[in-house]
């Protein structure tokens, strides 16, 4: 022990002890008086039949009309408490009693005849006389109301969206698994219902987000109203709402509640004394069996969903087997799609263009082949609108650009061809909305060293259709770079020419099906004559696709076409074989000139 501990103890010892000063009973009572003063603890002695023999004056107070000690004194708590709550402490107690063990700490709704109800923590435990033998129980209540409203309205916000006050996706989660649990148990189904607003981001950007609000909260009113006892409605996510209905006797309960659920969305709507049109596209998913996956079944939900969408919208699909079957493909697809970039399974034909004036090579269109391990070749039209739909063309387009650049690279380097050598890379529509495409291009033509006029990307005029606000950004963006920018397959969408001018777009191709057609009639002459002389009005160059006979090569000559790429002139070959028609000026090679191409 150091000086300063001993000095203290010294120090202690001067004190007069407070025991010193009464003795031993004295004191113990006064602990006691200034225990059952104590505010905010209640304390309470109890006999063996759970008559109160002593109590704090907290407790006293507490009472709603506080009363004195010998109010209380050989009372119990059916005096006090309701009967349900005096019941279950009596029945604790007498549990203390006969086993001598104590309750620690238990949390417990405290339900009165005259008050509102409170949460209170309790210890309770044998209460003994001086040899030990059980006399009755103690104990010790403290209010903990605002911690238990406390920890439930944490408990509420974690479970629930703050806007609808519905269930939220973590909920949801939880309560689909425990009803998948049920079924181990009980016969029936389970059903659930993905519910997405059709067009709630049009309410949303045009009268904003509060009108978005008051209908997501009023959807969610109309699905709660429609929903069984039991059910669960969630708020899933944005403009998403999940029912999940257990307890489903057949494939008919849950079509009756999705046909409900379709006309309750559907009910007029007002706000701000307009009329609103609300409507909803539902998936439909149902099973009995325990071990599904909730992931996998809202997955299934949301497939059907887009199923509803695309076959008009404002009603329901249910999962079946045409889906599944469907699902299990594309679920095959993407992972060989992916596999097919990663071990280079993709590879690209070159199509020659040509000056229809002087008969020279003046590019080539990149275009992707796959070759499958096992089904061999697949053209573009049997992958890239899956690959689109699945959201996977912004790796091979990636894939695509990057490799045509490197090509473009190479040739360059080799010296074969001209600087105004153009390759020709087609972007799907889709990938116009993606913000880090012009970027992504940028960043390929500079890491291969490219002149960017050297590459020119084609959009099919149909991917221009509906969002031109977003696709006009990135063709300036796109044009900024330098790149040179084609409109494929024009004729095929419903564009005007004054519509394209406004895209920075360089050069019209016209699609073959207009090509195909101009030996037929002089009106179709008459409407290519037009838009080449339109568009070269408007400073593009005019390609003709498809040509595929000598008539077809000699018309868009003569109505003053620029540029030609067709069967007849060249087919997709092999890079390699691309240097076969570059002749100089020495005219166009017909396609026999070289050897046959892989495919197409
Ligand atoms: P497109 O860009 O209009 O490409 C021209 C298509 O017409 C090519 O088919 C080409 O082989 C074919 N073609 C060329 N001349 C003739 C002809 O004289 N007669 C006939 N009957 N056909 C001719 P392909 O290679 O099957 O490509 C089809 C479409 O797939 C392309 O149309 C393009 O829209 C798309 N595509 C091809 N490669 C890619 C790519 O890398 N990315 C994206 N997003 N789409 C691509
Ligand atoms: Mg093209
Ligand atoms: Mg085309």
Known sequence: MGDRERGAVAGRDRRPRPDEMADQRALEQMCFRNLLATPGERVFFKDLESRFLLVSDSFLLDQAHSCNIAEVIGKSDFDFFSDEHALAAFEDEQRIVHTGEPMVAKIERETFRDRADAWVSTTKLPLRDGDGRIVGTFGISRDVTAQVLAEQALAHQAL????????????????????????????GRVGVLFVDLDDFKVINDSLGHEAGDRVLVEVARRLSRISRRGDTVARFGGDEFVLLCSALRDDDDLRLIASRAVRAIGERFVHAGNDLTVSGSIGVVVTDDPSASPGVLLQQADIAMYEAKSAGRDGFRFFDAELRARAATNHDFDAAVCKAIENRELFLLYQPLFSLESQTLRGAEALVRWEHPRRGIIAPADFIPLAEER???????????????????????????????????????????????????????????????????EITETALIGELGDAATTLAALSDLGVRLALDDFGTGYSTLAHVQRLNVDILKIDRSFVEQIGGSDRDRQIIGAITAMAHALGMLVVGEGIETDRQLGELTALGCDEGQGFLLARPVRPDQVAAFNRGTGGMVHRDAVAPPVSR
Do not use: K
């Open 160 to 187: 629930h969206d703050a806007v609808t006050g519905l269930a939220n996706r973590l909920a949801l989660m939880d309560r689909l698994s425990q009803a998948l649990i049920s079924l181990d148990r009980s016969q």
């Open 391 to 457: 959201g996977l063309i912004g790796a091979v387009d990636g894939f695509v650009l990057d490799e045509a650049c490197r090509q473009l690279a190479q040739w360059m380097r080799e010296g074969q061809y001209p600087d105004s050598f153009t390759v020709a890379v087609n972007l799907s529509g889709r990938q116009l909305s993606d913000p880090t495409l012009v970027e992504r291009i940028a960043r390929s033509i500079r890491d291969h060293g490219i002149v960017p006029s050297q590459i020119c990307l």
